[in-house]
Nanobody, 127 residues
């Protein structure tokens, strides 16, 4: 079992940047495909980005494509989400998640394909 802890959230003006980190403990991060999701008040949890276990494949939600970048450092057991050109509609709690999917190249998008979740970090973008 793996435990996930997110950090790096905060308040930023529109057009600014933030870098979220997710540190894993309990098991090595290389055992999992990793994803980021977000949830705004009153809305369903939304897929943001995913990276394959092997790190070679990434996929993004349409609303963040071209602005956000997911990466991983398996040696540091950490996955990152670089968020640029932030917009007020990016305001949400951001969650890191780990999937035990066996494929080393698959990048899961669905909430139910993830097995472990962090507690979330708040990102607020002011206009």
């Amino acid at each position: 079992q793996v435990q996930l802890v997110e950090s790096g959230g905060g308040l930023v003006q529109a057009g600014g940047s933030l870098r979220l980190s997710c540190v894993a403990s309990g098991r090595t991060l290389s055992s999992y495909a990793m994803g980021w999701f977000r949830q705004a008040p009153g809305k369903e949890r939304e897929f943001v980005a995913a990276i394959a276990r092997g790190g070679g494949g990434t996929v993004y939600g349409d609303s963040v494509k071209g602005r956000f970048t997911i990466s991983r450092d398996n040696a540091k057991n950490t996955v990152f989400l670089q968020m640029n050109v932030l917009k007020p509609e990016d305001t949400a709690v951001y969650y890191c998640a780990a999937s035990e999917i066996s494929s080393s190249t698959y990048t899961p998008r669905g909430v139910r394909t993830y097995d472990y979740w962090g507690q979330g970090t708040q990102v607020t973008v002011s206009s």
